[in-house]
């Protein structure tokens, strides 16, 4: 298989698992607001931020929102980190139907793939990414597990690592370390005990 038929199938993949026509009455364009919203960090969580990762104008994201705002699928809340910054949230109408978002049948079909098959595509998706989103101009997104700006101390006495971004100086919860960021760099991805992405690895 040469390159543009991986190509070919890539973007066909893409399109026929972000489905088709309304889907609980939100559009293809609304899935995808709610869907990165899902995975976003706390720093991550801004209209802007949303418009980077979907490649698209602050003004076509904006409408977007807005409308999922109007029916009650997002909130706006002030960020924990800075109180004159506001972070936009699911609401619980919103979560109650990401289980049948048409996207969940490519997550799936991902689950099916071998473990050792998973990995070897995430690395090879990731650097197609990468390469693209380079020639595009585009800022790559990614995960504090792979990224340059993660910092790990010793263990606690708990024996549980702590977790800091040295980009926005913040410590980290464990449980962040798998959301998507805007301030991501790419650099060696790390295992670390209990994160999802470390438990996908082993």
């Known amino acids: 298989m040469n390159s543009r038929a ?9 399109r026929i698992a972000s489905g088709e026509g309304l889907v609980e009455g939100l559009t293809a364009a609304q899935w995808a607001v709610l869907r990165y919203f899902a995975q976003a960090n706390r720093f991550s969580r801004t209209p802007s931020a949303f418009a980077a990762f979907h490649a698209t104008t602050r003004g076509t994201a904006s409408q977007t929102i807005k409308s999922l705002e109007t029916q ?16 936009l949230v699911l609401t619980e109408k919103a979560r109650g139907i990401l289980a049948n978002d048409p996207f969940e049948s490519l997550v799936r079909a991902a689950d099916s793939l071998p473990p050792n098959i998973q990995g070897q595509f995430a690395n090879a ?17 990614g995960t ?42 790419p650099g060696k991805s790390m295992t670390m005990k209990g994160s999802i992405t470390g438990a996908a690895q082993r």
């Open 6 to 14: 991986i190509a070919e199938l890539v973007f066909h993949l893409g």
């Open 72 to 87: 009650g699928y997002l909130t706006r809340m002030r960020s924990e980190d800075d109180r004159r910054s506001v972070q």
């Open 125 to 141: 998706l990731q650097r197609m990414l990468g390469q693209v989103a380079q020639e595009r101009g585009k800022q790559p997104f």
């Open 144 to 185: 504090c597990t792979s990224c340059q700006h993660l910092e790990s101390d010793s263990c606690s006495r708990d024996e549980q690592a702590s977790y800091a971004c040295r980009f926005t100086r913040e410590p980290l919860r464990l449980e962040e370390l798998d959301g998507v960021c805007i301030n991501f760099v």
